[in-house]
């Protein structure tokens, strides 16, 4: 059974940081990008960062400059680190990973809120 395990997020004033980190778990290979996505109310889902198991990176431009995404192919593990946070950052994150290869090819976490409000 794989899971992606998310964690972070929260409340945080405008201006602040927060990091958010997911863990594949499970068995789970030939991972290709990983990532997150961000559903505002209202809005649909959209991306705001991923990254290939080659290092290259895409990020909303919405969120550039200020999001950096990192990931550890040993761990399995992908981190959004997020600065200068605004309100219209405020969302559920969700991880997301893309499989090269399986019956599975695309897995998410549950999401996780996070809240930019003074």
């Known amino acids: 059974q794989v899971q992606l395990v998310e964690s972070g997020g929260g409340l945080v004033q405008p201006g602040g940081s927060l990091r958010l980190s997911c863990a594949a778990v499970?068995?789970?290979?030939?991972?290709?990008?990983m990532g997150w996505y961000r559903q505002a109310p209202g809005k649909e889902r959209e991306l705001v960062a991923r990254?290939?198991?080659?290092?290259?990176?895409q990020y909303a431009d919405s969120v550039k400059g200020r999001f950096t995404i990192s990931r550890d192919n040993a761990k399995k593990m992908v981190v959004l680190e997020m600065n200068s946070l605004k309100p219209e950052d405020t969302a559920v994150y969700y991880c997301?990973?893309?499989?090269?290869?399986?019956?599975?090819?695309?897995?998410w976490g549950k999401g996780t809120l996070i809240t930019v409000s003074s």
């Open positions: 997301n990973v893309d499989l090269s290869s399986g019956p599975i090819r695309t897995y």
């Open positions: 990254v290939t198991s080659g290092g290259s990176t």
């Open positions: 499970g068995n789970i290979y030939n991972i290709n990008t």
